[in-house]
T-cell receptor, first 112, second 112 residues
């Protein structure tokens, strides 16, 4: 059974701080990793993808991947109240119909 | 948003009735997916399609069937709806990079 695990939270951070979201995965065949943001009542929105070990930065977001430890993280710098949402981690195996396995999500609350 | 629409957006139906949800995409994507999202379970794959008339089961396919007679449409059918199928249903397609899935707006289904 392929699994992606996330702490459900809520993770509460003050405005302007760095929010750190973490995710572990069980399938060593996973080759692609994604972070989605989901506001309440809305659909998941892709915000970051990462395919190789190391860091990938996009604006205030940094995704980090460590395949040896089977660990993915998302850092959000200068957190804003508008970042308050549930963040879903997903892992994909290119040999399996491009399917993704999703974690249960971490709820982030950014307090003004 | 990968040009995805879902219909209906909201539906209330009675136990035992058939229900069909439609996912429509305008960008000729090959892969399409149906997920359900429930509190405590995250996003779970129901069925997916890798081309016209080519479909396969996901993690929670029991009680659901799908059809894809045209590239742009992927239909999800509940032959005889049950209360356990009350959920939010999302359609997704692969666009952009490998395994990058983009979601439609969702359908909220309530079975009474």
């Amino acid at each position: 059974q392929k699994e992606v695990e996330q702490n459900s939270g809520p993770l509460s951070v003050p405005e302007g701080a760095i929010a750190s979201l973490n995710c572990t995965y069980s399938d060593r065949g996973s080759q692609s990793f994604f972070w989605y943001r989901q506001y309440s009542g809305k659909s998941p929105e892709l915000i970051m993808s990462i395919y190789s070990n190391g860091d990938k930065e996009d604006g205030r977001f940094t995704a980090q991947l460590n395949k040896a430890s089977q660990y993915v993280s998302l850092l959000i710098r200068d957190s804003q109240p508008s970042d308050s949402a549930t963040y879903l981690c997903a892992a994909g195996n290119n040999n399996a119909g491009n399917m993704l396995t999703f974690g249960g999500g971490t709820r982030l609350m950014v307090k003004p | 948003d990968a040009g995805i629409t879902q219909s209906p957006r909201h539906k209330v139906t009675e136990t035992g009735t058939p229900v069909t949800l439609r996912c429509h995409q305008t960008e000729n994507h090959r892969y399409m997916y149906w997920y359900r999202q429930d509190p405590g379970h995250g996003l779970r794959l129901i069925h997916y399609s890798y081309g016209v008339k080519d479909t396969d089961k996901g993690e929670v396919s029991d009680g659901y069937s799908v059809s894809r007679s045209k590239t742009e449409d992927f239909l999800l059918t509940l032959e005889s709806a049950t209360s356990s199928q009350t959920s939010v249903y999302f359609c997704a397609t692969v666009a952009g990079g490998p395994n990058e899935q983009y979601f439609g707006p969702g359908t909220r289904l309530t079975v009474t």
